[in-house]
């Protein structure tokens, strides 16, 4: 299992504690389906996008016809991926209840351009070194920290893939795990979850400006 599939599991587990209302949970992931089925057995109802062919970029249409949700929300080595990750961001911050949790793992720019959209860039020279490279310029930490906060989720955790926490240094390049908490201006129905709601992720936030 991949360090970041480890890291989501780990928080989820010291996060819930049985018995409660079932949690559902939202699975988007390139990956194997190893996480869910761990999850399912822990409990969780799980409903899973699988990719397909041309899944990057459909993602916004497949979020679209999603109608439920959910109490949390895995989204694992995919925004760094696609061209409109604010977008994708939005889409599922809309399908999170309040309280509900986005867990996420972004590899270190580590896609490949893909489709229309890599040759345009390419081509155009949008991003120099992305362009000799055939690679996608890292999704950092702190662009992805401030969308989330900007959408109304408070930040709670960020670890380099190593475990370290996310400093200055490295949040422009490194592959990185964490998760935030959508606010609540009401309390959240009980799930069982035992997320907190101030504090550490505005101190944290703070530190990397």
Known sequence: MRPGDRYILRVL??????????????????????????????????????????????????????????????????????????????????????????LYSVRHGGARLEGLSGLLRSWLGSDRAAAESGRRPPLAATDLAATLRRMGLLAREMRTIGGQTV???????????????????????ATGMRWEFTGTGERWLAGLR
């Open 13 to 102: 587990a010291e996060q819930w504690t049985p018995p409660a209302r079932i949690p559902s949970l939202l699975d988007i992931s390139r990956g194997e389906d190893g996480l869910a089925i761990e999850l399912r057995a822990a409990g969780f109802r799980v409903t899973r996008l699988t990719p397909q062919d041309g899944w990057l970029e459909s993602l916004g249409k497949q979020l679209a016809g999603v109608t439920d949700t959910f109490d949390a929300i895995c989204c694992r080595d995919v925004l760094e991926r696609v061209d409109d990750w604010t977008e994708i961001v939005a889409r599922l911050v809309r399908r999170l209840r309040p309280g509900g949790v986005l």
């Open 167 to 189: 400093g200055a240094a490295d949040a422009a390049t490194a592959a990185y795990v964490g998760y935030s908490v959508r606010r609540s201006e009401r309390a959240a129905p």
